[in-house]
């Protein structure tokens, strides 16, 4: 027999086919094949439910435990165990006699061809399965933690009013105003509030240091009423008016924790001659950023979830469709783990922390005063913010020269006065914390910045993760005090610096920036 060839003399798998059925073996066409399993398989799940198999289970368990009993029987009649010579029947026949006595009357529930010496065994060893799984369960429901809710708190927070009209919450904890040597205004980081600031921080400290304390709500978080239109510009604005309205009227530090770093980097970028200087821990930039190497890009998101990476580019691509996820975690009404909720991956110093009672409390009260008007939107305007672009603020914070370009008006200007470069951007100081086992803003991201600033001090944490370092530790937030602002001097005496005796020039001083940002206050 010969096979027709086709398709440029490669046989077709219908031509193979005839071959097989020419030489006597039958095939059967794998259509049809599965066709009838499924029907078979159909017919099987019709005849036979869910309902059918556990009584038939039960049924077959039933007929086993009345062989077992049956033969139990048999051997302790054979034996010499119930004899009246017996050790048993002589110590336990008596009492036994009596209480089956007193028993007898539960022999009237059983079915008249039901051998209670049979039945009674079955039913004993039923109750004690059914205790059995009755414990099992209870144990495990008490190893489920209880789902807790969210609660609602009465609005407690001081508003100040801004020039559009919105009204922004804060708090003001440490030194009072007038005896503040140093002024340190901290934005809050994403899901958070004002009641965040550093966490677990001593007022003992703060007076130690001469330090006031300004933590604000952002635009829709906690008290703060939302921003129409949210940016960088307006992120520093704020901060200012909140500044001057608080009678701040030196220059201040700035603090930024993880996500709230971006409004740090916009008051360097936009009011730089207000800022004293500038404390950052792991501080995160836009993920997306395109001056950002190969290398530096890879390291940072192979170090994150895919559930995060999938908020990246939903925040950036379709923002909207975050309103979907985030209602179904922290807006849903019940408490979660950080971890969780912000799709994050923590290493094990972190792990303990967050397991910490102290930090589980305070979650939860900054998280229930974080989504306190119970919107979405300002989470949205927050994650966008986090990957928008934000041009050159990084390069424009750098210290670099600035000298007069090349032309005709700066060639003329030089036979009048001799042209100087001059250096431009943040001149202050700029201090940045970053755990090397951190998983959560890796430390690529600071060997990027260290790049772009390479004046910035450095502070690399061996064995800190991102919220060990500067989360309820009194040594470390000693530390970070010392670093920032050297040794304590306590907060300002009002009456060792009295108004009239301040110099024009001693008033032009205290103008100018400090190397700690200590100002001398105005009386």
Request: charge should be negative; glycine fraction near 6%.
């Amino acid at each position: 027999m010969t096979t027709e060839v086709r398709r440029g003399g490669v046989p077709t798998w219908h031509d193979d086919l005839t071959t097989l059925i020419d030489t006597g073996i039958k095939v059967t066409s794998p259509k049809f094949v599965s066709e009838e399993v499924m029907m078979t398989s159909a017919a099987e799940e019709e005849s036979e439910s869910v309902g059918d198999q556990i009584r038939g289970f039960l049924k077959s368990w039933g007929e086993m435990l009345v062989e077992l009993g049956r033969g139990c029987i048999a051997i302790v009649q054979q034996s010499d165990m119930l004899t009246d010579d017996s050790f048993i029947v002589q110590n336990l026949g008596k009492p036994l006699s009596k209480a089956s006595k007193r028993l007898s009357f539960f022999n009237h529930y059983l079915p008249e061809d039901r051998d209670p010496m049979l039945a009674w065994p079955i039913v004993f060893s039923v109750f004690l399965v059914a205790l059995l799984v009755l414990n099992v369960n209870s144990k495990c429901d008490s190893m489920v933690p209880l789902v807790k809710k969210v609660r609602m708190h009465p609005p407690s927070a001081t508003r100040i009013q801004l020039p559009d009209g919105r009204y922004m919450a804060y708090q003001d904890i440490g030194v009072p105003a007038d005896r503040a040597r140093i002024s340190l205004i901290a934005p809050h980081s994403f899901l958070s509030s004002r009641l965040s600031g550093i966490p677990g921080i001593k007022m003992s400290l703060l007076e130690e240091y001469g330090v006031r304390l300004i933590t604000y709500d952002l635009p829709g978080f906690g008290e703060s009423d939302p921003h129409p239109r949210r940016n960088l510009n307006t992120s520093a604005m704020d901060m200012l008016y909140l500044a001057d309205t608080l009678g701040v009227n030196e220059k201040f530090w700035v603090l930024g924790y993880s996500a709230a770093s971006l409004h740090t980097w916009s008051t360097l970028k936009y009011i730089p001659d207000r800022i004293a200087g500038a404390a950052l821990f792991a501080p995160l930039i836009n993920p997306y950023e395109p001056s950002m190497t190969r290398d530096e890009m890879s390291r940072t998101w192979e170090q994150w979830l895919p559930k995060r990476k999938l908020m990246y580019f939903l925040a950036r691509r379709l923002p909207k469709l975050l309103s979907f996820f985030y209602r179904r975690r922290f807006l849903s009404g019940n408490h979660g783990q950080v971890d969780n909720w912000l799709s994050l991956s923590l290493g094990e110093k972190d792990v303990t922390l967050i397991g910490d009672t102290r930090f589980e409390e305070f979650w939860q009260r900054d998280v229930e005063e974080s989504i306190r008007q119970g919107s979405v939107k300002p989470f949205i305007e927050e994650a966008a913010l986090q990957v928008s672009n934000w041009g050159s603020i990084l390069e424009d914070v750098r210290v670099q020269k600035k000298c007069p370009g090349k032309g005709i008006l700066p060639w003329l200007k030089s036979f009048y006065s001799q042209a100087e470069c001059e250096l431009a951007g943040f001149l202050g100081p700029i201090h940045i914390w970053q755990g090397m086992d951190d998983t959560v803003v890796p430390p690529s991201i600071t060997e990027y910045i260290s790049r772009i600033l390479p004046t910035a001090d450095i502070h690399r944490l061996q064995n800190e993760g991102h919220f060990s370092y500067f989360f309820f530790c009194d040594e470390c937030h000693r530390q970070i005090f010392s670093t920032l602002f050297g040794s304590p001097q306590g907060p300002l005496d009002l009456v060792s610096i009295p108004a009239q005796n301040i110099s024009g020039e001693e008033a032009q001083q205290s103008d100018a920036p400090r190397v700690h940002g200590i100002p001398t206050r105005d009386k």
